[in-house]
């Protein structure tokens, strides 16, 4: 069955061609590390690493590489305004560097919660420092590049199909980068390439180049580490819809004018995530909700936001409220039920073709989501025997990644929550009723789920 999928560049669907038969070579814009990301950021991250899935479930060899940006990121998108390592440090009163290596750890947190896979290749933009001077020489000795007092530039004219990407009207774009003004800057959307640290400051990253002591634009670090890890396997490039009409269009503009050949066959977006009256989340709004604040501490399994984000497609905006996470919590306990209910131990089943042809047919429609629940449900409701429901839940959990064939498992409960345990086994022994009650929720009220059955009691982590 072919995979398509929806492709930025063409504005339609596509078969997925690799370079390379049977391999895939995948490139995901990693967090800027200047702040915890929030869940909207990683609702992109949650359709990368659907998209990793199923290319893996189809039979492809993966190459996944994610940067880490930790310099050259400035608080103004066309190159203006502070470096946002540089002023996270200022702000909390550490190095940059202290900065940047805690919020990278922080954002390895957020994807074991909501088990992302990692990727094959991390690559932070400060290890590449050499790579990406090599690939501004370049674009210097082909003419692309002017100097201005406060760094190198890549001169946008001298691109064809610069809008190739944003399918933007030039002028229009023109317009937009003129929000930030440079007066040196020869047209609006010429970006930089490598920014010269201020006069008489020192700043914490900075190194030196043939043209002056300073650090790299934001956009160059991508199409360095990219070509560096990734090499002849230029197959997908993925981000945020954000990125669309300057980062990404930037990364293509230097690449191909570097190598003169195409720089990734397929970009692919995904949709911003709204918080409750159709306002984007975003860290420069202050209004960002985190995995720890939102969704953890408030007794809720971090998977039960994996689970919301399926029931949109990726390429669709998604609101977030807090029914909406309650309902995706209890849908994924449900179906975390359904999964217990048709486990039988020592029983196994085979997967049926049917209904794996329903679910590949629907991921591989451009990663359609809410198609595969629904194929998942009526997989579940069918007539087939539990043990061959059992065998196909946990063959399309390898895509849905919500750790299905673990539901059964009980945690290591604290001292506290056991002592309530143990009393409340002996006030069900002696029948009574309401201390049993009293102290399921006390249970509750520490993090867990006591769920009676006649196989015994058994206790979940919310």
């Given at each position: 069955?072919?995979?398509?999928?929806?492709?930025?560049?063409t504005?339609k669907?596509?078969?997925?061609?690799?370079?390379i038969?049977s391999?895939?070579?995948?490139?995901?814009?990693?967090?800027?590390?200047?702040?915890?990301?929030h869940?909207?950021?990683?609702?992109?991250?949650?359709?990368?690493?659907?998209l990793?899935?199923?290319?893996i479930?189809?039979?492809?060899?993966?190459?996944?590489?994610?940067?880490i940006?930790?310099?050259?990121?400035?608080?103004?998108?066309?190159?203006?305004?502070?470096?946002?390592?540089?002023?996270?440090?200022?702000?909390?009163?550490?190095?940059?560097?202290?900065?940047?290596?805690f919020?990278?750890e922080?954002?390895?947190?957020?994807?074991?919660?909501?088990?992302?896979?990692?990727?094959?290749?991390?690559?932070?933009?400060?290890?590449?420092i050499?790579?990406?001077?090599?690939?501004?020489?370049t674009?210097?000795?082909?003419?692309y590049?002017?100097?201005?007092?406060?760094?190198?530039?890549?001169?946008?004219?001298?691109?064809?199909?610069?809008?190739?990407?944003?399918?933007?009207n030039?002028?229009?774009?023109?317009?937009?980068a003129?929000?930030?003004?440079?007066?040196?800057k020869?047209?609006?959307?010429?970006f930089?390439?490598?920014?010269?640290?201020?006069?008489?400051?020192?700043?914490?990253?900075?190194?030196d180049?043939?043209?002056?002591k300073?650090?790299?634009?934001?956009?160059?670090?991508?199409?360095?580490?990219?070509?560096?890890?990734?090499?002849?396997?230029l197959?997908?490039?993925?981000?945020?819809?954000?990125?669309?009409?300057?980062?990404?269009?930037?990364?293509?503009a230097?690449?191909?004018?570097?190598?003169?050949?195409?720089?990734?066959?397929?970009?692919?977006?995904?949709?911003?995530?709204?918080?409750?009256g159709?306002?984007?989340?975003?860290?420069?709004?202050?209004?960002?909700?985190t995995?720890?604040?939102?969704?953890?501490?408030?007794?809720?399994?971090?998977?039960?936001?994996?689970?919301?984000?399926?029931?949109?497609?990726?390429?669709?905006?998604?609101?977030?409220?807090?029914e909406?996470?309650?309902?995706?919590?209890?849908?994924?306990?449900?179906?975390?039920?359904?999964?217990?209910?048709?486990k039988?131990?020592?029983?196994?089943?085979?997967?049926?073709?049917?209904?794996k042809?329903?679910?590949?047919?629907?991921?591989?429609?451009?990663?359609?989501?809410?198609?595969?629940?629904?194929?998942?449900?009526?997989?579940?409701?069918?007539?087939?025997?539990?043990?061959?429901?059992?065998?196909?839940?946990?063959?399309?959990?390898?895509?849905?990644?919500?750790?299905?064939?673990?539901?059964?498992?009980?945690?290591?409960?604290p001292?506290?929550?056991?002592?309530?345990?143990?009393?409340?086994?002996k006030a069900?022994?002696?029948k009574?009723?309401?201390?049993?009650?009293?102290?399921?929720?006390?249970?509750?009220?520490?993090?867990?789920?006591?769920?009676?059955?006649?196989?015994?009691?058994?206790?979940?982590r919310?």
């Open positions: 069955m072919l995979l398509m999928l929806f492709n930025t560049l504005r669907k596509e078969v997925f061609k690799p370079i038969p391999q895939a070579g995948l490139y995901t814009c990693g967090p800027t590390v200047y702040n915890f990301a869940i909207g950021n990683l609702r992109t991250y949650i359709f990368e690493d659907v990793k899935r199923v290319l479930y189809n039979g492809f060899k993966v190459k996944h590489v994610m940067n940006t930790d310099v050259g990121h400035l608080t103004g998108d066309r190159d203006m305004g502070e470096d946002k390592l540089e002023k996270g440090a200022e702000k909390e009163g550490k190095t940059a560097w202290e900065i940047a290596e919020y990278t922080a954002f390895k947190r957020d994807m074991k919660h909501l088990n992302l896979i990692a990727p094959d290749v991390w690559c932070r933009a400060t290890d590449t050499e790579e990406q001077i090599a690939l501004i020489k674009l210097e000795e082909k003419g590049t002017y100097k201005t007092s406060d760094g190198i530039y890549f001169d946008t004219s001298k691109f064809k199909d610069y809008t190739k990407l944003s399918h933007q030039l002028d229009a774009l023109q317009e937009g003129r929000v930030e003004k440079n007066i040196e020869r047209n609006p959307t010429d930089a390439l490598w920014k010269f640290s201020p006069p008489g400051v020192k700043r914490q990253m900075e190194w180049s043939p043209w002056g300073g650090f790299p634009g934001w956009h160059i670090e991508c199409s360095a580490m990219s070509m560096k890890y990734l090499g002849e396997q197959d997908i490039h993925c981000g945020g819809t954000d990125h669309i009409q300057v980062h990404h269009t930037n990364e293509i230097q690449s191909e004018a570097a190598t003169g050949k195409p720089f990734f066959n397929y970009w692919m977006h995904g949709a911003f995530l709204n918080i409750e159709g306002k984007k989340m975003a860290k420069s709004a202050g209004n960002f909700l995995v720890e604040s939102t969704i953890i501490k408030k007794g809720i399994d971090p998977l039960a936001y994996r689970y919301a984000a399926f029931q949109t497609h990726y390429r669709n905006p998604m609101e977030y409220t807090q909406s996470i309650s309902a995706a919590q209890n849908g994924l306990k449900h179906l975390q039920n359904q999964v217990r209910n048709i039988e131990p020592g029983k196994t089943g085979t997967v049926s073709k049917e209904f042809d329903k679910f590949l047919e629907a991921i591989n429609d451009d990663l359609n989501m809410p198609r595969a629940m629904a194929a998942v449900q009526e997989m579940l409701k069918s007539e087939m025997s539990n043990p061959d429901k059992y065998a196909a839940i946990l063959d399309f959990d390898q895509v849905l990644g919500l750790k299905l064939d673990s539901v059964d498992q009980q945690d290591t409960v001292e506290e929550v056991q002592k309530l345990l143990d009393a409340r086994i069900r022994r002696e009574n009723w309401a201390a049993s009650d009293q102290l399921r929720d006390e249970i509750a009220a520490l993090g867990y789920i006591v769920q009676d059955s006649r196989e015994g009691m058994k206790v979940i919310k």
